[in-house]
């Protein structure tokens, strides 16, 4: 038997058999996986929908209730100017929201102020209007909540038509109802929505979330209960078999974290086993003639190589039979291969030759082992080489991450001023900047102590505030920043040292350069990257400070007095209105009035000049103040009238305060000449009063005013000249 017949069967063996039997068990797990994959492959396509509908609705309520804290709409609904404006914001939402098909803006009434790609008629007509006014009677809309309601109108889901092209037509959607406060309210006031926004999300455009993502052999449909509210066109030519169809279910909740309630609804994901199953097929036809041609080509291969491998032996064999012919006779055992018995025969005859050929192999092997221990040589030389490079890359690598860690640090830190800065336009008081900025900036820095000084303006005192900070470093560090406060510093030292803590200083500075205040850090060190950084946080809160202490002092302005730097009619009439108020819910509580005129001013203004007259309207101002309680508030209505309202006023208390004005009546007021020569002026003024005690609050003033004008007739009959003087005035 040739050698070379039995490689090539081995060789042909060995490479069909094993291709065989692995291709056919490959086909059958493949196709026994695909089976049993499939529901779980419909489980996460249901729920990767889900989700998708879940993220989307979420990032809707938050839009929403960022949308709904837009001035524009409470603005609307106070006034018929902002009507536009409200529009086009409300134009935008609908735009850039693909969930929302139409939005209404309510009054407090829930009737329609205005709408965008809505229809008033169908909506005032509709169950929807029902439903929202019992759930705002319920109690089941609250602040800064929002409130689902489910509809089927077909007129309200319309207008999402022009929006976008959707390919089913459903009567059914969700509302969204959210309500609008005014952004003030008084202290003790129960707080009531000014308005609501309303937005509509067709369940059209939620199949259109999920449908985008179905394969041509599935179909989707919502469901609520048992009724069918939206489903894929195709679901009508669906051919539903009990061996061949799959369904698979799944809760599909529309709920949010600003939400009050949730509308529940179940999809259903359908899908044909045998379509499934048909494309599994047609994988498994080209698999298999992959295999076939596989096979094939093991074949070929497995003969090549056969036929390579015995190529040599055929030869060798020719090659033995020539050098043997006759002359050599076989001794021993015979092997059973013909080519290695031939080979025997020729080796017994060659020894000599091949112990010749040894000597000269192990000189080949020494010189060999010579150039092997150069190439260890060689080898330990590229390995030192290799751990320099090593050592190299790690430090690059370690020089990068620190470069990537401060870029992401950086990165963090500017989202959090853009956050900020969009979170200071919110604050309105000094107090609200305090409390925002240092939270902000202890956390953004890690914890690193800080603090913040607003220094005094017209209208508020210095507000300081810290945040990590000993009860000792900040008492010291308050002294500090009032001490330079108090000189208006336009640039403060970079830092200051106590018991070895470092902090850093940062001023804020007005528009006009004037000095707003103090942001201090306690650290060893700033980098110079942080410190451009926290200058810009500083140059933000700079210019909130100075918008709400220009707003502060214009309103402090429009109820003050320029001369006197008194409360002014605006003024007395707000406090006045607060006490009525307190009167009427504490009726055993008391106010009174003092109207007081000064006497002969006119006469001054004719004599000596406005100057004079201002002069003695100030001295009458500060006689007025030494005798009246701290409690008790003084306004200047105009010209020589004033007004003082006295808390806890009642008759006994008010006739002990006209006491008091009694005994500094006839004061003079000493005025110097511009010839150096000194006048004396003497002062006087009537004097009326009123207690809610005795006179209610709606006629309190007008008999203090009355007491007023007989005190004043009786000091002008005592006092004739100036009495003409007042008629002559009056006549003119």
Same mark, same amino acid.
């Given at each position: ?103 209404? &803006? ?5 009737? %329609?102020?205005?709408? /965008? =790609?809505?229809?008033?008629?169908? +909506?005032? *007509?509709? !169950? @929807? ?110 051919? &539903? ?5 799959? %369904?698979?279910?799944? /809760? =599909?909740?529309?709920?949010?974290? +600003?939400? *009050?309630? !949730? @509308? ?117 030389? %590229? ?350």
């Amino acid at each position: 038997m040739k050698i070379r017949h039995l490689l090539g069967i081995v060789i042909l063996a060995a490479a069909i058999v094993p291709s065989v039997t692995i291709s056919l068990m490959l086909l059958d797990r493949q196709y026994q996986a695909t089976q049993d994959s499939m529901e779980q492959e419909l489980n996460r396509v249901l729920f990767s929908m889900s989700q998708d509908i879940r993220f989307k609705f979420s990032i809707f309520s938050t839009n929403f209730k960022l949308f709904s804290s837009e001035r524009y709409l409470i603005q609307a609904l106070d006034s018929f100017l902002f009507v536009s404006n409200a529009h086009n914001s409300m134009l935008q939402f609908v735009e850039q929201t693909p969930l929302v098909s139409s939005l209404y &803006l309510l009054d407090a009434e829930l009737h %329609v102020v205005d709408e /965008v =790609l809505g229809d008033i008629p169908s +909506y005032e *007509s509709s !169950q @929807l209007l029902a439903d929202a006014k019992l759930a705002v009677a319920s109690g089941l809309v609250r602040e800064k909540r929002q409130h689902l309601i489910e509809f089927d109108n077909d007129n309200l889901v319309r207008p999402s038509r022009n929006k976008q092209q959707l390919s089913t037509e459903s009567p059914y959607g969700a509302a969204v109802l959210m309500p609008l406060y005014l952004h003030s309210l008084q202290e003790g006031l129960t707080r009531e929505p000014a308005g609501y926004i309303l937005a509509i999300l067709p369940f059209d455009v939620i199949y259109k979330v999920v449908a985008d993502n179905l394969g041509t052999d599935e179909i989707i449909e919502i469901l609520h209960g048992d009724e069918v509210i939206v489903a894929s066109p195709k679901m009508k030519l669906l051919e &539903l078999q009990h061996d061949d169809h799959m %369904v698979e279910r799944d /809760v =599909l909740p529309l709920v949010s974290d +600003y939400s *009050s309630n !949730q @509308l529940e609804y179940m999809m259903q994901l359908h899908v044909s086993r045998s379509a499934r199953m048909l494309q599994l097929q047609e994988s498994m036809n080209a698999l298999t003639l992959g295999i076939a041609i596989a096979i094939c080509l093991s074949v070929l291969v497995a003969f090549l190589v056969a036929n390579w491998l015995g190529t040599p032996f055929k030869q060798l064999s020719e090659i033995l039979k020539r050098f043997g012919q006759g002359h050599y006779s076989s001794k021993g055992e015979k092997f059973k291969f013909s080519e290695f018995e031939d080979v025997r025969h020729l080796l017994s005859e060659m020894g000599s030759t091949i112990r010749m050929q040894l000597d000269s192999l192990h000189q080949k092997n020494e010189e060999l082992q010579r150039i092997d221990d150069l190439k260890g040589e060689y080898l330990t030389k %590229v390995r030192a080489l290799n751990e320099q490079l090593e050592a190299r890359v790690a430090e690059k690598t370690k020089a990068l991450s620190e470069t990537a860690a401060r870029e992401g640090r950086s990165r963090q830190i500017l989202q959090s001023l853009q956050r900020l800065s969009i979170e200071l336009q919110q604050c309105t008081e000094h107090g609200e900047i305090i409390d925002l900025c240092l939270n902000q900036l202890h956390e953004l820095f890690d914890d690193v102590p800080v603090a913040l000084l607003i220094g005094v303006s017209r209208a508020s005192q210095h507000q300081f505030k810290s945040l990590g900070l000993t009860s000792a470093d900040e008492q010291w560090l308050l002294a500090e920043l009032q001490q330079r406060a108090s000189y208006k510093q336009q640039s403060l030292p970079e830092t200051l040292v106590n018991q070895g803590k470092r902090f850093y200083l940062f001023d804020l500075i007005s528009r006009t350069h004037n000095f707003l205040g103090v942001l201090a850090f306690q650290l060893d060190e700033v980098s110079p990257q942080e410190r451009d950084i926290v200058r810009v946080f500083a140059k933000q809160i700079s210019v909130i400070t100075e918008t709400i202490q220009l707003t502060s002092e214009l309103e402090l302005a429009a109820r003050t007095d320029e001369l006197t730097d008194l409360p002014n009619r605006k003024a007395f009439n707000e406090s006045f209105d607060r006490c009525r108020h307190i009167l009427e819910r504490y009726p055993t509580n008391h106010v009174g009035i003092f109207v007081i005129d000064a006497n002969g001013l006119k006469r001054v203004n004719d004599q000596f000049g406005h100057d004079a007259g201002d002069q003695f309207i100030k001295a009458i101002v500060q006689i007025l103040l030494d005798s009246c309680r701290k409690t008790d508030q003084l306004f200047r209505m105009g010209g020589d009238e004033f007004v003082l309202l006295v808390q806890e006023g009642t008759v006994a208390s008010c006739e002990r305060l006209m006491a008091r004005l009694a005994e500094q009546q006839d004061q003079h007021l000493v005025l110097t000449q511009q010839d150096g020569s000194t006048k004396s002026i003497p002062m006087s003024f009537s004097v009326g009063y009123a207690s809610s005690e005795e006179v209610g609050i709606n006629h309190l003033f007008h008999r203090a005013d009355e007491r007023m004008y007989e005190a004043k007739d009786h000091y002008y009959k005592q006092h004739p000249v100036e009495s003409d003087s007042l008629s002559k005035t009056r006549l003119s």
